[in-house]
C-alpha cells in the first residue's frame, strides 16, 4: 500500500472491554512498532517487531497490553480490562530496518486510532 | 536513560519568517540518530528531518535545516520562510544506534500566522 493504515481511527469502549487496534505496515517493511501518544505528550514506545523473531515487549506498560504480528505483515495491540487512564492515541509505525541493524531506516507513521475509555 | 526535552510548548511566527526549534537530550552514548517530526492535526506523523550523530555537517531538507552541537547535545531545527502548512506539532526524536527504544520530547506547537 501508499501507507501504514490503521483501524479503527476512533474507538470509544467502556472501562473494563478489550479493544483490539489494527496496523497494516508498509509492504516490504521488516520492522513495526507500536506507540503511544497521551494527550499534550510525546510518542511513549510500546512493542518492536522485526520479521518473525521475538518482538521486543520492553515498552508495554502492564499485561493488559499485548500485540501480535501474523505473517510478519498485520499486527493488532490488544489492551484487556481498559481503563481510563488507556485512553490515548495510538501509532502504528513501520520500517525497512534489517534485523539486527542500526536505526538507519526512516520509520512511517499511520494516521492512529484515537481511543477513550469511559 | 535518554530523555528529550522540548522547552518551548507553543511557538508562533510570521508567514515568510524564520522561526528555531530547540531541543535537548541527555545520553551517555556516543552513536544515536536524531530526528524532528511533524505531526499535523491529521495526526499523521511525518518525517522532516534526521541527523547521525557521527556526522559533523548538518542536515538540510529544503527549507527546513538543524543546528547540531554534540557536545552540548543540542539539536535545534530551523524553518526558513515559513509557511501556513508548516502549522502543526513538532517533535524531536532521539534513537541510540542498534535499540528499539526511540525517545520522544514533549513537542512544540508551532503556528504560522498569515
Known amino acids: 500500500g501508499a501507507g501504514v493504515s490503521q483501524s479503527p481511527s476512533n474507538k470509544v469502549t467502556e472501562k473494563g472491554k478489550d479493544v483490539e487496534l489494527r496496523c497494516d505496515p508498509i509492504?516490504?517493511?521488516?520492522?513495526l512498532y507500536w506507540y503511544r501518544q497521551s494527550l499534550g505528550q510525546g510518542l511513549e514506545f510500546l512493542i518492536y517487531?522485526?520479521?518473525?523473531?521475538?518482538?521486543?515487549k520492553s515498552g508495554l506498560p502492564s499485561d493488559r497490553f499485548s500485540a501480535e504480528r501474523t505473517g510478519g505483515s498485520v499486527s493488532t495491540l490488544t489492551i484487556q480490562r481498559t481503563q481510563q487512564e488507556d485512553s490515548a492515541v495510538y501509532l502504528c509505525?513501520?520500517?525497512?530496518?534489517?534485523?539486527?541493524?542500526?536505526?538507519?531506516?526512516?520509520?512511517?507513521f499511520g494516521p492512529g486510532t484515537r481511543l477513550l475509555v469511559l | 536513560a535518554q530523555t528529550v526535552t522540548q522547552s518551548q510548548p507553543e511557538m508562533s511566527v510570521q508567514e515568510a519568517e524564520t522561526v528555531t526549534l530547540s531541543c535537548t537530550y541527555d545520553?551517555?552514548?556516543?552513536?544515536?540518530?536524531l530526528f524532528w517530526y511533524k505531526q499535523p492535526p491529521s495526526r499523521q506523523m511525518i518525517l522532516v528531518i534526521r541527523?547521525?550523530?557521527?556526522?559533523?555537517q548538518n542536515a538540510t531538507e529544503n527549507r527546513f535545516s538543524v543546528n547540531f552541537q554534540k557536545a552540548a547535545k543540542s539539536f535545534s531545527l530551523k524553518i526558513s520562510d515559513s509557511q501556513l502548512g508548516d502549522t502543526a506539532m513538532y517533535f524531536c526524536?532521539?534513537?541510540?544506534?542498534?535499540?528499539?527504544?526511540?525517545?520522544f520530547g514533549a513537542g512544540t506547537r508551532l503556528t504560522v500566522k498569515p
Open positions: 509505525a513501520s520500517s525497512r530496518r534489517l534485523a539486527g541493524g542500526p536505526l538507519e531506516e526512516t520509520q512511517y
Open positions: 509492504s516490504g517493511h521488516t520492522a
Open positions: 517487531f522485526q520479521g518473525n523473531s521475538a518482538p521486543d
Open positions: 545520553t551517555s552514548e556516543s552513536n544515536y540518530y
Open positions: 541527523q547521525e550523530a557521527y556526522k559533523q
Open positions: 526524536a532521539f534513537n541510540p544506534y542498534n535499540n528499539n527504544d526511540m525517545r
